[in-house]
């Protein structure tokens, strides 16, 4: 009895003491609720716990029992007031979060992940068709309103007659002594230049920016000359400076043996005065790969880079003379050109015992091969029926005069004696 007495008092201190902290605020407000409160008659109790307690005090129990019960109802009017402030605040911050809940746009109904990406893919595909549509029209327009014998007979009657002016190839008079041929000029505005402050560097190759998509750069060079070690030690550097990661070198089957081309390409190590190369392997051809292809890590003394580049020996075409057996093999090879997996920045070189015929003629060849297949992608996505037709007749054109021109230089090849197999190319 005494520690409920004890707890009883306690609790009534506590509501004692929180209401003096409230009379301080507002005295006058306090008294007028405590007279408002002393004249209002009291509620009767809606809990079975408080109907026990009152019932108590009728039943002639202690004064203390009522005053206890007063205590707990003023504690509870304390407790209760805080729970509803403290409610009221967590309604008034959730009411908050509704009203930016309602705000923010209701997501809809999504697609699958799959039914996406199909969408998204289909949406590219359309997109992509019409883009090659617009192009493909602008290109076959301007290919129709030309006749492309005449074109291509004309432009070539003109590179036959450029003759290169003594002026513009002063580097090449200097070192002509590293050139396989007197006759072979090479033009000082696009003739290959040095890596770093080396303005003298020399060697027999020009440098051409082939309008392919992506753009390549492509170097049609001689082979270096054998005996001059001057010439030998030039063309590794070139392969260094310029970045080539892949030469095409085009002879015929008997123009050089096994020896000679180890002589040009190493079997193994081979250092010269500023740069060395390191044979890596040799993949001979098969079924699948056409030519021969041998790897080497080119590496310039005091240099931490070794670049590599791969050499693949096309001996398919004779000095002097037009291939006329192996067009399969020759056509696969003129589309690996730019279709090879060298580095964006890198270049790939052309490279024969002049430098002049048919490196110019296989890069021609692999340019017509590579606009020809921009022609098959195109027909090949393009929905427009007539488009597609006028697309098939400008390739058959193509085709057509590129096996009439190959019979005409074939059949010159037969009616000559056959003695012409020294002249340069």
Known sequence: MERKKSKTNLLQKFAEKFKKKKRSKSASMSRERGSEMSRRPRRPSRSGSKTKVSGGNKEGGSPNASAETKSKIDLMEVTAKGIKSKESKEKKSSGKKKKEKENLPTPTKTPSTMALRRTDSQM????????VEKQMKIWIDSLEKMDIRKVLETEYEGIEKMKAEAEKCLVFEKKIDQCSSESIELLDANRVKGGGEDKDFFYHGSVLNCPTTPPK???????????????????????????????????????????????????????????????????????????????????????????????????????????????????????????????????????????????????????????????????????DAGLKTRIEKIIAQFETFACAKMAEEEEEDSSSNGTNTNTCE
């Open 124 to 131: 590219e595909v359309s997109h992509n068709n019409r883009c």
């Open 217 to 383: 750069t492509t170097i049609l060079a001689q082979l270096p000359l054998i005996d001059n070690a001057e010439s030998l030690e030039s063309f590794w550097l070139m392969v260094a400076a310029q970045k080539i990661q892949r030469i095409y070198v085009l002879a015929g089957e008997e123009e050089f043996d096994k020896t000679q081309l180890s002589d040009y390409f190493p079997d193994d190590f081979k250092e010269h005065k500023t740069i060395r190369v390191n044979h890596r392997k040799t993949l001979p051809k098969t079924d699948d790969q056409l030519n021969n292809q041998l790897y080497y890590e080119v590496v310039p003394k005091d240099c931490a880079e070794a670049p590599f580049c791969m050499i693949e020996i096309c001996d398919f075409w004779d000095d002097g003379r037009v291939p006329v057996k192996d067009y399969g093999r020759i056509a696969t090879t003129a589309a690996s050109v730019f279709d090879s997996d060298i580095d964006a920045d890198a270049s790939c070189g052309i490279v024969s015992f002049y430098g002049a015929g048919r490196t110019g003629a296989f890069l021609v060849g692999a340019l017509a091969i590579e606009k020809l297949r921009s022609l098959t992608y195109g027909m090949k996505h393009c929905k």
